[in-house]
């Protein structure tokens, strides 16, 4: 199967996908995001030299994604115990 058939077999899966699925990829990419964001601080506390550059890049763009998918979380309607600790942890860090 060429390329272009591929994106068209992925496509259909999304559209095929029920809401409730989107909404449980949705709350799982949160946490997947949640657990990465945790996991650049720790190595922005252990870095050295042009590391720091790196992984100050990475929890500014992993911050970003987070907050992008908590807005389309809270859009959804969906609640997120999670938020709040999200949020802590980021003031704290």
């Not at 449980?24 to 990419?29: A, G, N, P, T, V």
């Amino acid at each position: 199967m060429g390329e272009d058939g591929y994106i068209r077999e992925e496509s259909q899966k999304i559209k095929e996908k029920t809401e409730q699925e989107k909404e449980k990829e949705l709350l799982f990419s949160i946490l997947r995001t949640k657990q990465e964001l945790s996991q650049n601080i720790k190595n922005f506390e252990f870095a050295e030299g042009e590391l720091i550059d790196y992984y100050t890049y990475q929890m500014k763009a992993t911050q970003a994604k987070l907050d992008y998918l908590l807005k389309k979380a809270k859009k959804r309607g969906l609640v997120l115990e999670i938020q709040n600790t999200v949020q802590s942890k980021r003031y704290q860090a």
